[in-house]
């Protein structure tokens, strides 16, 4: 069952303006990750925020969390060329234990143009 | 760096073949997973492996089935491929013992079916 879903599917901006990717999840969560993965490649994990964090930075990333809405909001910051890939939101459940089991939405495909 | 390696990037095969997509990591992670990836779904999760000789079903298991008797290898079986299998086959791995398991994956196998 798909968990996230991601809003918008497809955004196309101008290299220097800032992007916004939007994921929905249904059910409670210890955590929530994101991962980008470029054309032909597999994914590569971003930036994971706990369920008690409200927002976390890394670099030109933020992410936000808001558990009563169960959302997630990926923000990049002064966008890059670089930054064309697609943006996938994960979740675990609470019950998935030790096994790492992650259920992943369907993606955000970003184009940065330069 | 851990590095998850998926033994083909391309692969074409024809329906009823019984097919084989291997995959091996390097950090003696004991979760393995098996996605499949197809353009508007994002990533469903087949078939995982929390250890050794042990398997669980993901969300569509259907026409699959997995072997893992060694930690550093999952592999992936189509015992008997057919059309609607074509797709992107992505392998991951992630560990109890780091913080908050971020998958780490493959480059994935593009499977033809004809």
């Known amino acids: 069952s798909q968990q996230g879903e991601e809003d918008p599917q497809a955004l196309s901006i101008q290299e220097g303006e800032n992007a916004t990717m939007n994921c929905s999840y249904k059910?409670?969560?210890?955590?929530l990750q994101w991962y980008r993965q470029n054309s032909g490649r597999g994914l590569v994990h971003l930036i994971l925020i706990r369920s008690n964090e409200r927002e976390k930075h890394s670099g030109r990333l933020r992410v936000t969390l808001d558990t009563s809405k169960k959302s997630s909001s990926l923000l990049i910051t002064a966008s890059r060329a670089a930054d064309t890939a697609s943006y996938f939101c994960a979740t675990d459940g609470k019950g998935s234990g030790n096994t790492g089991k992650l259920i992943f939405g369907q993606g955000t495909t970003l184009q940065v143009k330069p | 760096d851990v590095k998850v390696t998926q033994s083909s990037r391309y692969l074409v095969k024809r329906t009823g073949e019984k097919v084989f997509l291997e995959c091996v990591q390097d950090m003696d992670h004991e979760n393995m997973f098996w996605y499949r990836q197809d353009p508007g779904l994002g990533l469903r999760l087949i078939y995982f492996?929390?250890?050794?000789?042990?398997?669980e079903k993901g969300d569509i298991p259907e026409g699959y089935s997995v072997s893992r008797e060694k930690k550093e290898r999952f592999s992936l079986i189509l015992e008997s491929a057919s059309t609607n299998q074509t797709s992107r086959y992505l392998c991951?791995?992630?560990?109890?013992?780091?913080?908050?398991?971020?998958?780490?994956f493959g480059d994935g196998t593009r499977l033809s079916i004809l």
């Open positions: 991951a791995s992630s560990s109890p013992r780091v913080s908050n398991q971020p998958q780490h």
């Open positions: 059910t409670s969560i210890n955590n």
């Open positions: 492996s929390y250890d050794v000789k042990m398997k």
